[in-house]
């Protein structure tokens, strides 16, 4: 009964945070640094196939235009499309927080609303590797947005391969708008970036 006990427990360990993960993006201007903890078989000791997703995500901006800073943390609840083979989808809510250096603006806080969809292409010929696609949209209006914020909206794609096993390169592009009670309304980031994504 022992040895079973230990066997389960290191096969749970093993597999309870299957897509854990972290990743660097950068372009010319920006760096970013985010990880991911995904619950994906924990839905086997919860008898539901719904699993969890935290992120945190910090965005440092340093430009001729401006030097700024994003902070964010989510959760996220994820499951496949019925009926689409290779489609997930991710709803959920995330905690941002900005600021932009030289700027007259307060601090910024929003709680934007998150939609993610997720395809994953089925095994192709000639031993390709893993590829995905990813689109992601986060909004927040004024009745979620604190302190001096008016609202936020935020768009994502990207692309990844898994090169070698764990370890994926990417490439995206996002929008960030940022807007202020006070009218102000800053394009925060928006561009193309690169990345390496390591997962286990």
Partial sequence: MLKRSILLSMISASVLFAETGASININENDVELEAVLDSRNLAALQNTSTILQAEVNVLNIDSYRKTAKLLGAGLGATNMLEGVRGVELTFG??????????????????????????????????HIPPISLEGKILYAPGALAFSDAESYSEFRIAGDIEMIPNVKVYAGYRNIHTKYISG?????????????????
């Fill in 93 to 126: 809510g995330k905690m941002v927080w900005s600021s932009i250096d030289d700027s007259d603006e307060g601090s910024f806080v929003a709680l934007p609303l998150m939609a993610k969809v997720r395809y994953t292409f089925p095994p192709l010929m000639f």
């Fill in 184 to 200: 102000s309304d800053f394009t925060f980031d928006t561009g193309f970036y690169a990345g390496l994504k390591y997962t286990y």
